[in-house]
């Protein structure tokens, strides 16, 4: 379906609803604002919004909903600052949380932000709009830090072969260019149902934009942010990202101790639980994957906060 006939549809929207569980005067945080789906469902229930976005374009575009709504605040951040954020805007605590993790289908189908195959465009990929682009990351970093970065974020098992063609190429500046050497490194062949560049893509883009720190970090920002009883929900679309949030989950709510390359082992006396299951890993069914092949690979994970204090302000332990 093109991007035409499916404009920037939330993804699991009524089960990420139906998880926070909304109501009229509570306050809830949208971390990934987008093009505002979360947002707008949660203002229908009567609760305040706090929308989060690092990109620009995002804040500027939600600027009339913000004027429209007496209830909702941009917030022109990473998620990953939340509990800061908020607290310089005098909020304490919240009810809820949601995080839509990765990028946005309004990235995605604006051929100028870079971030798509699909189409032709400058090499940028940059969700702030700031600092380095992908470009600067392909021109300048060694055929080693290229291809570990294609691995480990993309899962691509011919990642050397690739970044050999890379820097064999470079200078690079646009997307077509740099799908193109993905293509004919991987023997690519037209009409094949899925284009080898998509995993090059992500993984560059992953890195470029820091996004597995940030969800680390997000994770522990709504942990300090939440309520007793409050809800953090999350839709995840990498297996990685999955992963990162199940083990944060699972550790926080004292179920493993066990660590990971992205979040470090729980001590011998961890601190309280801060979080208990709220329900099973919910992911679309046929209708909504149809509608929408973007939720084809979400996953939403959702817990409710304890009494218990956040693991960074409790034995010492530092927020993960």
Do not use: C
């Not at 706090?50 to 995002?58: L, S």
């Amino acid at each position: 379906m093109s991007a035409a006939a499916a404009p920037h549809i939330p993804v699991l929207l009524e089960e990420v609803i139906a998880g926070l569980a909304p109501a009229a005067g509570e306050v809830h945080v949208d971390g990934t604002f987008g093009a505002g789906g979360y947002t707008r469902a949660i203002l229908a229930s009567g609760a305040t919004v706090y929308a989060f976005d690092r990109d620009p374009d995002a804040i500027a575009e939600g600027r009339a909903l913000e004027s429209a709504e007496d209830r909702l605040t941009l917030v022109p951040e990473r998620f990953s600052r939340l509990d800061a954020a908020l607290a310089e805007r005098g909020v304490d605590a919240v009810d809820g949380v949601v995080l839509d993790i990765g990028v946005s289908s309004m990235q995605l189908d604006r051929a100028e932000r870079g971030f798509s195959f699909q189409s032709d465009g400058p090499l940028d990929m940059r969700m702030e709009q700031a600092g380095p682009t992908a470009a600067d990351f392909l021109n300048t970093a060694d055929e080693a830090e290229i291809a570990d970065v294609i691995y480990r974020y993309g899962d691509e098992p011919k990642s050397r072969r690739i970044a050999r063609a890379i820097v064999a190429a470079r200078p690079l500046s646009r997307t077509s260019e740099l799908a193109a050497i993905v293509r004919k490194a991987l023997g690519h062949r037209p009409g094949a149902p899925k284009d080898p560049s998509t995993r090059t893509f992500q993984a560059i883009r992953i890195h470029l934009n820091r996004e597995l720190g940030e969800l680390e970090d997000g994770l522990a920002a709504a942990e300090r942010a939440l309520k007793p009883g409050g809800r953090l929900a999350v839709v995840t679309f990498h297996s990685a990202e999955d992963r990162l949030v199940k083990l944060f989950f699972r550790t926080r709510s004292g179920a493993t101790a066990g660590g990971s390359r992205h979040l470090p082992a729980a001590p011998a006396s961890a601190p309280a639980p801060s979080f208990e299951a709220v329900a099973k890993p919910v992911r679309a069914g046929a209708a909504e994957t149809h509608a929408n092949p973007r939720a084809r690979s979400a996953t939403l994970r959702v817990a409710r906060r304890t009494f218990s204090p956040a693991w960074g302000q409790s034995a010492g332990v530092s927020p993960s």
